[in-house]
């Protein structure tokens, strides 16, 4: 992928220290395609090399941060050469952000659901609007989550509840999110200023001590998150497979309730 990929579906502003990368699909609630990952991962990569950004704040344009991965181009009617470099694009975005060496804050408001939830959790630190809405959902279409999911769920809430937020798939306001610990804080006041305050606070402390800490973190998890993801890709190859899977997509697409079978 070119260094310098370039995408209307992704914006990029620096203020100061801080650089604001913007989802802009507000059309489609910025539902996440192949363009809007490569352009992700190009705009990541520009501010990994800069030494004059510390925090990168990710947020989506409109009424959503990311309403997921784009399932009528991403995963339906898509064949097996199409997918694996697709989840790779994926793998790709999630490691990046996980690894870059900055701080990075996920400003959540609308909906972060699937893919785009996943997106969020691979940030030091979110915050979420008091009217959004957080879903693990992958469940309802017969998916397993991706995008790193099982490694970061895993990490916040330990094996046996990460599963019942999988298995559940439910719809979480930002008070739950926050009850579960999956988010850091749920906004006072505006999102806008509650993140300004956030940022503003970083910025003065140590921000240089706080980024080596996270990268030896990040160092030291890096493999188990590659082994997560490749499992996730081969496992989410195994459920497009499935007549759950497909009636998932039918009724999410007629907007009516799934009737899955087990198979």
């Not at 990311?66 to 181009?73: H, R, V």
């Not at 990046?96 to 699937?114: D, F, N, R, W």
């Not at 999988?166 to 979480?172: A, E, F, Q």
Request: with cysteine.
């Amino acid at each position: 992928m070119p260094a310098n990929f370039v995408t209307e579906k992704v914006n990029m502003k620096v203020n100061g220290r801080m650089a604001i990368i913007e989802m802009n699909r507000p059309e489609a609630l910025n539902a996440i395609d192949v363009d809007m990952i490569k352009g992700l991962v190009s705009r990541l990569k520009e501010i990994s090399e800069s030494d004059d950004i510390d925090i990168v704040v990710l947020t989506g344009n409109g009424r959503a941060f990311s309403s997921g991965g784009d399932i009528k181009t991403m995963l339906s009617n898509m064949n097996e050469t199409d997918f694996f470099p697709v989840m790779d694009c994926i793998s790709e975005l999630i490691v990046t952000l996980y690894s870059i060496p900055k701080l990075t804050i996920s400003a959540v408001s609308g909906a972060a659901a699937g893919l785009g939830f996943s997106l969020a959790l691979a940030t030091d630190y979110i915050i979420a609007d008091k009217n959004s809405k957080l879903a693990m959902n992958f469940i309802g279409i017969g998916l397993i989550p991706d995008g790193g999911a099982h490694f970061f769920l895993e990490k916040r809430l330990g094996e046996v509840k990460a599963k019942q937020v999988i298995w559940d798939g439910k719809v979480l306001s930002a008070d739950e999110a926050l009850g579960l610990n999956l988010i850091e804080e749920v906004a006072d006041g505006s999102l806008q200023e509650t993140v300004d305050r956030r940022v503003a606070d970083w910025l003065g402390r140590p921000v240089q001590a706080m980024i080596k800490t996270k990268k030896i973190l990040a160092d030291m998890n890096r493999p188990h998150l590659l082994k997560i993801l490749e499992l996730e890709k081969n496992g989410q190859f195994n459920m497009r497979k499935t007549q759950d899977h497909k009636e998932g997509v039918r009724a999410f697409i007629e907007k009516r309730p799934a009737k899955f079978i087990g198979k």
